[in-house]
């Protein structure tokens, strides 16, 4: 819950960035990509509004040179809940940049209905749909028609139907006799986008969950968030990160992203804002940073999560900070966790001074149109 302090973290960060090195001495150059995460949040009255900002949000964030924006989804709040649907409009507004889903909550989820909309978003995009899933919030079972359940298992059945789906399997075939074709007709999801399959990210939130989306042949999203009491958040991730990759069975090259919140401040009046929001995520968690009428989450028993760390301070501190970090040497992208409650001004201040003052640093340099 504190920031992540150098000496803390050198041990395990030297391992790190060693096998990094490793990697990019035998041939494999190493460019970190980076990414944003936005709540695409509103206060109550305000979604129109919202809306629009979020696109503007990616819209400059392409022309800064950031590899992929992510949303997240969130039902029954002052979040965006439609992700595809948002990410079809950014799409229309953009060219170049990745247009990803950090997360939908597979559980709430029709997996047949979800891979008809994430065909047609990734067809209109261009093929620049980044599709994470997870199991999400829970809370809800009645209003979607379930017996109360964890989420887990099914999430995982919906999945399966779900990536059938997107790679043009077979669903099933017509059984009623009455119906506009005939019976036994096969049913297939259409559109289908032939790369997407390529394009689908898991959330995991601990080693064994890590090391389960490696044997299913996803790619890793890593968040801000880790079940249970952990000592060392970047140490836990760095491992998780090895259990998954050890586990992989794709057969396309294992990909990793990790969520960090990165609040270079490049003025003394941000070094007190920054200063102030670790504060209350030190202090509510979750809760933290909300836009005017989002509901409250309850408090959750202090050793069921653990939240990461603010990287927050002078940006040399901050890159001193995520040097550190022995996850960010095996990962592949740094996906940087904006403030829900910050407005857009504030937000794309943020993505800016991100992009000149630290993940240069990081090994990213800017994208280029394709």
């Known amino acids: 819950m504190t920031t992540v302090a ?101 559980r709430y989820e029709d997996p047949v209905l979800l891979a008809e909309a994430a065909g047609t978003a990734d067809l209109l995009s261009g093929g620049r749909l980044q599709l994470g899933l997870g199991t999400g919030q829970g809370g809800y079972d009645h209003i979607f028609g379930q017996e109360p359940n964890d989420g887990r298992d099914q999430s995982q059945a919906r999945l399966a139907t ?100 990165v609040l270079p401040a490049t003025s003394p009046e941000l070094a007190r804002v920054y200063a102030a929001y670790d504060e209350e995520r030190r202090t509510h968690g979750p809760a933290a940073s909300r836009p005017e009428g989002a509901l409250t989450p309850v408090a959750a028993p202090p050793a069921r999560f653990t939240m990461s760390p603010v990287h927050h301070g002078a940006p040399s501190a901050v890159v001193d900070q995520l040097l550190a970090d022995p996850s960010l040497a095996v990962s592949d992208e740094l996906i940087a966790f904006l403030p829900p ?7 794309l201040r943020l993505l800016e001074d991100i992009a000149e003052t630290v993940a240069p640093h990081l090994g990213w340099a800017p994208a280029t149109p394709s």
């Open 6 to 106: 150098v000496n803390d973290t050198a041990a395990t960060a030297t391992a790190a960035t060693a096998t990094a090195a490793t990697a990019t001495a035998a041939g494999e150059a190493r460019r970190l990509r980076l990414g944003f995460n936005s709540r695409i949040a509103f206060p109550s009255g305000h979604a129109a509004e919202g809306l629009r900002d979020g696109i503007e949000l990616f819209r400059v964030a392409e022309q800064l040179g950031y590899d992929t924006g992510w949303v997240y989804q969130r039902h029954f709040d002052n979040y965006l809940a439609s992700p595809l649907v948002f990410h079809a409009a950014v799409a229309q507004h953009t060219e170049r940049i990745g247009l990803g889903t950090a997360i939908i909550g597979a």
């Open 162 to 261: 779900f990536l059938r789906g997107i790679r043009g399997e077979k669903l099933g075939e017509v059984t009623d006799p009455a119906g506009l074709v005939a019976a036994g007709t096969g049913l297939f999801a259409r559109p289908t986008s032939p790369t997407l399959p390529d394009r689908v990210w898991y959330g995991g939130g601990s080693v064994a969950s890590a090391e389960r989306v490696g044997r299913q042949g996803l790619r890793l999203l890593l968040s801000t968030i880790l079940h249970g009491q952990i000592d060392d958040y970047g140490a836990e991730l760095a491992r998780a990160v090895e259990a998954y990759r050890a586990a992989y069975t794709g057969t396309s090259p294992s990909r990793v992203a990790i969520a960090r919140s």
């Open 341 to 347: 409650a910050f407005g857009l001004r504030d937000n």
